[in-house]
């Protein structure tokens, strides 16, 4: 964790409390699992029965009461003698204590409910797809936050998951099954050349492959190299950002996002692309802490919407890290 903590050090300047971000990057991470709404009606049947009839129970559309949803997960993980608490900014989402194996147990393989690292939740919820639009998940295996949009979008409209790793895409496609989801399309292209004859979107999702550094909490070190990491990442995701802007309706809506720290692979990505069509907007969820983008780093002044870019250090709500930004498309692009 030494060497770990030496490589970290280049961020101390806008890091707010140095050792509390040390101290937390020591931990594990909790575990969160979040309902899935489109099982709704299973929920109620396990949590007024205690058995598994899929059948039973009232008739529940995607959209309705997912906090009783939620509370009867809660429910059956006690049963199980696994206690948990909401996470007070996600609705739906649980903290889930003394479990070792989440992803073993029957209500995961009912789909009643997915494993996912709290503050990577962030980016879909950003992104508030709606139900009935066309919707594009550019870097989308294994599929949770492909998840949470199919979930929002209440199983309808046009949701295209796409990944160009065939080892993450079935991954992926188990994932869609088991939480059944409906309007998702997977396709396998690479990103950076994904085809514009497809048309565009009305928002699209781009969590890019990055350095990793927020994961720290997972393994207790930084598992990409610090310089040749960001450096040979960065251009990868500004490939992938000039693209997905092209795929962008105007007026749309496009979610940046990683799990690094670095601001070669945030901000300075986005400065590098984005032009006078774009404008980074304010991020501010109930509930969850984080600290503004940079807006000059190594020498450079960025664009000042930069500043909007929501940094989520581990510390801060006790998560990994987390950096993310939603770009509104001007009306008037092309």
């Known amino acids: 964790m030494t060497d770990t903590v030496e490589r970290l050090s280049r961020y101390r300047e806008l890091v707010d409390d140095w050792p509390a971000f040390i101290e937390s990057c020591r931990r594990p991470l909790p575990t969160v699992v ?28 995607a959209g309705s009461d997912l906090l009783t949803a939620t509370s009867i997960l809660a429910e059956r993980l006690g049963a199980l003698s696994y206690s948990s608490r ?48 066309r919707v594009l ?26 990944d160009i790793r065939p080892n993450r895409l079935r991954a992926l496609r188990s994932n869609c099954e088991r939480l059944g989801l409906l309007n998702v ?35 207790g070190r930084i598992p990409f190299e610090q310089a040749g990491g960001v450096r040979g990442r960065a251009g990868l995701q500004a490939t992938l950002l000039g693209r997905a802007w092209k795929l962008l309706s105007p007026g749309g809506v496009l979610v940046y996002s990683t799990c690094t720290f670095a601001p070669e692979e945030n901000e300075l990505v986005l400065d590098y692309v984005l032009g006078e069509d774009a404008t980074i907007e304010p991020v501010e969820i109930e509930g969850l802490r984080a600290s503004a983008g940079v807006t000059e780093w190594s020498g450079n002044s960025l664009r000042p919407d930069c500043r909007n870019v929501a940094r989520f ?15 509104r498309k001007t009306e008037e692009a092309r």
């Open 34 to 61: 979040w309902a899935n709404p489109l099982r709704q009606r299973a929920l109620l049947s396990l949590g007024s029965s205690g058995a598994s009839d899929l059948s039973a129970g009232p008739d529940l559309s």
């Open 86 to 133: 909401p996470v007070d900014w996600y609705p739906g989402a649980l903290r889930v204590f003394g479990i070792d194996k989440p992803g073993k147990t029957l209500e995961f393989y009912q789909g009643l409910y997915h494993v996912q690292e709290e503050i990577s939740l962030v980016p879909a919820l950003l992104l508030d797809a709606q139900p009935g639009e």
């Open 137 to 162: 998940d550019l870097c989308a295996a294994p599929g949770g936050k492909t998840a949470q949009i199919a979930c929002h979008m209440e199983n309808t409209g046009t949701l295209v998951a796409n």
């Open 313 to 327: 250090w581990p510390h801060l709500n006790d998560t990994g890290g987390f950096a993310a930004a939603r770009i």
């Open 185 to 219: 399309a997977v396709t396998s292209n690479d990103g950076t050349r994904f085809p514009l004859e497809v048309g565009q979107f009305d928002r699209v999702l781009l969590d890019v492959p990055c350095s990793c550094e927020g994961n720290v909490r997972q393994s």
